[in-house]
């Protein structure tokens, strides 16, 4: 049992690590109880829906700009100083949460100025933090540390909306958004903690050119290219959470509760791989890894539209059919099968990518993990709206397959992708 269990390895091998993984854990938390509680104000001030949409633009538009940009920052600059000066940032955007709420402003377009300026800010934090760990870690701990920031993720998206829908309750904005300032200023603590970090090799100045360069490097090299590449195909074509909605209000039933299961589910899944992750870091043919783990991914969203499409709707009442727990079951398999993927997926980007590049590589991830599904929210979306959400959900999966088979066709070395010799 003990080798099933995530490998905590990374976390005894490495002090500075194991600050920065606690106080990212914190901050991640942190972040996950905004989203929600900027939600719920911009819906208590307007009670329009389409306003707590806007607050997904607002968030997206910095993360996609700042993610490219802010990579070229990573690489110019010693990045301890890069992640300091960013998350004091983060931390005097939550204290403007904090006092908008307290002073009760009312202002939904401060609520967007903020998160927008959060969500810029932490498009260059995270590719500097993703970035530090191969200097603070051996190549062969790498999977074990992208497993734990897995499942730091994964309790974080779990853990922080809970705690944003009994805080507000309790203690109302002011008083959640203030849990929110005090979980970053200990992340803060943590990351002014570590050494210092400059790139290594040649350093080009932080700008356009310096984006290009990357860009042009991720063009020439077809191993690091095809992470990118396999998960949109994932993502664009078979994420499903946009047809949660419909399913729980005439599909399967259950209305919000449905929604709130299955969003759920995919989480549980990654929660659960990454806690029986301690396997993984054996694994050598990681390519190999990617291509079946998002395999899995587009098999269990076929399996999610049968499910589906046999379900004969809501049970009287109006409660959730039977089918839901099958379901829910394929759900909690797509999120282990995503959860695995992430995993050597990143490993794969830190390994073989130069240390003077991987600030603008992970600029580009963050991109890639940020737009991919939002652009499968459109597509499915679309597709529901035309064929029914069943067939969008078989249709996106089975998409996602073919894509999939021709990605590893067209490019036949990544699946001999061995972690023993990182070739990029």
């Known amino acids: 049992m003990p080798r099933l269990l995530i490998d905590l ?29 900027v939600s719920l104000q911009v819906y208590d001030i307007t009670g329009s829906t389409f306003n707590v949409g806007l607050v997904g633009l607002f968030a997206f538009v910095p993360l996609v700009a700042f993610g490219l940009y802010g990579g070229s920052i990573v690489d110019a600059y010693d990045r301890r100083r890069v992640v300091v000066t960013t998350s004091t940032g983060l931390l005097l955007v939550g204290a403007g949460f ?16 903020l998160v927008a300026v959060q969500n810029g800010l932490f498009a260059v934090n995270n590719p500097a933090r993703t970035a530090i760990v191969p200097r603070l870690l051996p190549i062969d701990l790498l999977p074990a540390a992208n497993a734990l920031t ?14 944003a829908g009994v805080l507000v309750g309790w203690w109302g904005y002011p008083g959640t958004y203030l849990v929110e300032v005090a979980l970053v200023a200990v992340a803060l603590v943590t990351l002014v903690a570590l050494p210092s970090i400059p790139p290594e090799g040649a350093v080009r100045r932080a700008g356009l050119a310096s984006v290009w360069e990357g860009l042009r490097f991720l063009g020439t090299r077809p191993n690091v290219r095809m992470t990118f590449l396999v998960d949109l195909a994932a993502m664009v074509f078979a994420m499903p959470r946009v047809l949660f909605p419909a399913i729980g209000a005439v599909a399967i039933g259950g209305g919000a509760t449905t929604v709130g299961v299955l969003t759920a589910a995919i989480a549980a899944g990654t929660v659960t791989a990454n806690l029986l992750s301690g396997p993984l870091g054996a694994v050598r043919r990681q390519g190999l890894a990617v291509l079946v783990s998002v395999a899995a991914w587009g098999a269990t969203i076929v399996a999610f539209g049968l499910v589906v499409a046999a379900s004969p709707g809501p049970v009287a009442g109006g409660g959730a059919h039977p089918l839901l727990w099958a379901a829910v079951a394929v759900l909690v398999l797509a999120g282990a099968a995503d959860a695995v993927s992430s995993v050597f997926r990143m490993t794969i980007l830190q390994a073989a990518t130069p240390d003077a590049l ?6 580009v991830f963050i991109v890639v993990v940020a737009g991919g599904p939002q652009l499968g929210q459109l597509l499915l979306g679309a597709t529901a709206q035309l064929t029914g959400e069943a067939f969008a959900a078989v249709a996106g999966g089975a998409a996602c397959l073919l894509v999939l088979a021709a990605l590893a066709r067209y490019q036949p070395a ?6 023993r010799d990182p070739t990029p």
């Open 9 to 37: 390895s990374p976390l005894r091998a490495s002090a500075p690590y194991r600050r920065m993984w606690l106080g990212t854990s914190l901050s991640a938390i942190g972040t996950g109880l905004t989203t929600v509680a």
């Open 98 to 113: 904090t006092a908008q709420a307290w002073f009760d402003v009312g202002s939904v377009a401060l609520l967007y100025g």
């Open 150 to 163: 897995g499942l730091s993720m994964g309790l974080a998206y779990t853990v922080g909306p809970l705690l």
């Open 358 to 363: 991987r600030g603008r590589l992970q600029g």
């Open 414 to 419: 990544f699946a001999r992708y061995d972690a």
